[in-house]
């Protein structure tokens, strides 16, 4: 199984290359357009098989609605009346139906509700490995790679920038979507004499590292205040910002900054603070600096795009690792 990560028109140019192979089922993709709802789904099945060129009849195709849940009723029903799971559902059974050694699908569990989509996820790994059918897939959503215990590979702007465990992609990430999933700012930076830098920025740490390498920082890995003699500052290496964004991600709420000058700062995403809570934390429900507001109220009044704030890095949280 192989698990594809990176911008949507990166990945899915790569599935539709694999799936031109004889042997691959290509990715069901379902009707669109001002009357794709109206389009009966068993005229679309049908198409889909053809398309496939599977020698599998109704009885393959009724096993694998019996394997991934589709309620035969489905295909008696136009595309309007399916919600996300039953779309879903049919979209695994028809490529299972084929009876093609490899399959591949295009963010096969979009918009699923969460319980139904693990429910799926552990059905098609667990089919795919008894039987012993291979399986490409695109996702942005980090538990869906799951599934994908043989491998998963970063495609950016059309090229494969890593490739291997979901742990070592994410972990020590060379592109943007693996950096978003695993909540970090990536860098590429130079490790010189014992010293790591980040292109120009004052921002250095001691490093055993040497040449060329990727940085990453946590999106909690820095300190923010509107003060810039903060007594919450500890070090020299203390940097003026603009925010330039501001996000929900999650449960947190997020600023995008950029240096006012780049020779002292590092442009970064940082969170502001988590609705769902900060464990132990002695300031206001979910703040996570204190000094930008003592409460969520008092955090968007205070920070707005515009806003100029001080920064401080933690450089023990860097992590930095061989561009090879």
Known sequence: MLGLMGSTDSTTEVVLSVAARSDVAP????????????????????????????????????LACT???????????????????????????????????????????????????????GRLADLAAAHGRGIVFTSNTLTDFTVAEAGVADIEKGELVSLGTLEQVVTEPRGSLPAELSRVNVYSGLARKGWLSIGH????????LDGKVFVTLGW???????????????????????????????????????????????????????????????????????????SIAALRANVKVGTHVFVEVDTQALHAYSVE
């Open 201 to 208: 920025s004052a921002v250095k740490a001691r490093t055993e």
């Open 220 to 294: 909690r890995s820095a300190l923010l205040s509107l003060d810039e003699h903060d007594p919450a500052f500890t070090s020299a290496t203390v940097f003026e910002a603009v925010v330039i964004g501001l996000r929900d991600h999650g449960s947190c709420l997020q600023a995008k900054l950029s240096p006012v000058d780049t020779e002292m700062g590092l442009a970064l995403d940082v969170d502001l603070a988590d609705l769902a809570g900060v464990s132990g934390s002695e300031s206001g429900f979910g703040v996570l600096h204190p000094s930008l507001g003592d």
């Open 67 to 121: 394997e991934f849940g589709v309620n035969p009723d489905v295909l008696r029903r136009r595309f309007g009346e399916l919600d996300a799971g039953e779309r879903a559902r049919l979209g695994l059974a028809v490529a299972w139906a084929s009876g093609l050694p490899w399959l591949t699908f295009i963010d096969p569990f979009a918009s699923v509700p969460g319980h139904v989509r693990a429910g799926l996820r």
């Open 27 to 62: 990715p069901p993709q379902f009707p669109t357009g001002l009357r794709s709802g109206l389009t009966r789904v068993r005229r679309w099945v049908r198409a889909y098989l053809r398309e496939a060129d599977a020698g599998s009849g109704e009885a393959a195709l009724a």
